[in-house]
């Protein structure tokens, strides 16, 4: 369905590691992402610095959140082999 639209695309998404993921991720983004992985370009990453704006009281649950959720994504069927995926704050060149 989305991948007679988006064949052959560059698709940057991503998701902020602010808990455990459930089944309304693997339904609404995640079953999507490993669909499109397989004609398009696809950049996932984890939203590390977007979480901080909305749990900046405890940012030390981030990096664990963080590592739970690439986790999650590769169950789901996430494959850095067919999509690149990285932390943002991992690329200096997110912020400016």
Known sequence: MLTGLLSNKRILSGMRPTGKLHLGHYHGVLKNWVQMQADNECFYFVAD???????YETPYDISTHVEEMVI????????PQDATIFVQSDVPEHAE
């Open 72 to 79: 999650d994504w590769l169950a789901a069927g996430v494959s």
């Open 49 to 55: 610095w977007h979480a901080l704006t909305t749990h």
